[in-house]
Structure formats: structure tokens, C-alpha cells
């Protein structure tokens, strides 16, 4: 059975940082593209990020420079470092192996 974990979230300023992981478990990770999803009140998911087996990262425009997706297939977890924040980056963020496999989500608020 496929899981995945994320988590990291959490309540920070405009302009902070924050890093969120997923952890998955029931998977061959390593063979796997995985990616990281939004969801901010009333509106639908988007997507953030994504990386490939092999490391290489792709970005939506509203993150690029800002945000750093990364994987430890020793560790079978997934980074989302989002530096920079703002406040249009809060929702729920959730990580997902090929669009199949979703995590529960994880909170980000960035308010003063």
C-alpha cells in the first residue's frame, strides 16, 4: 500500500522560509516522478513542482527562484525548500507520485 507523508507546514511572515517534506513508503520511489500540488481556499489544486527519477526539476512560473524541489531516493523523501514567501502561497500542499498517489497535505500560512 502506497503512502505518502507529508509535512513541514506551518504559519510564517511574508518573506520567510519554510521547507516541507513527504515521505513515502509502498513504492519503488526511486523510479517514480513525484510532485507537489496546491489547493488555497475556493480555488482548485495547482501544480508547484515536480521533479523526475533522475533529479531533474521542472517549476510553475509563479515559483521559479523562489521555491527548490528536491529528493533523497536513500531516504525516500521529497523537499519543497520555498523561500520568499508570500501570502498568495498560502493553501494546502500536497505531495502526489504521478498523479496517482496523494498525500493528506499540508498547511502553509504565510501571514503578519
Known amino acids: 500500500q502506497v503512502q505518502l507523508v507529508e509535512s513541514g507546514g506551518g504559519l510564517v511572515q511574508p518573506g520567510g522560509s519554510l521547507r516541507l517534506s513527504c515521505a513515502a513508503s509502498?513504492?519503488?520511489?526511486?523510479?517514480?516522478?513525484m510532485g507537489w500540488y496546491r489547493q488555497a481556499p475556493g480555488k482548485e489544486r495547482e501544480l508547484v513542482a515536480v521533479?523526475?527519477?533522475?533529479?531533474?526539476?521542472n517549476y510553475a512560473d509563479f515559483v521559479k527562484g523562489r521555491f527548490t524541489i528536491s529528493r533523497d531516493n536513500a531516504k525516500n523523501t521529497m523537499y519543497l525548500q520555498m523561500d520568499a514567501l508570500k501570502p498568495e502561497d498560502t493553501a494546502v500542499y500536497y505531495c502526489?507520485?504521478?498523479?496517482?498517489?496523494w498525500g493528506k497535505g499540508t498547511l502553509v500560512t504565510v501571514s503578519s
Open positions: 502526489t507520485i504521478r498523479s496517482i498517489w
Open positions: 509502498g513504492i519503488i520511489f526511486s523510479r517514480n516522478v
Open positions: 521533479i523526475t527519477s533522475g533529479g531533474s526539476p
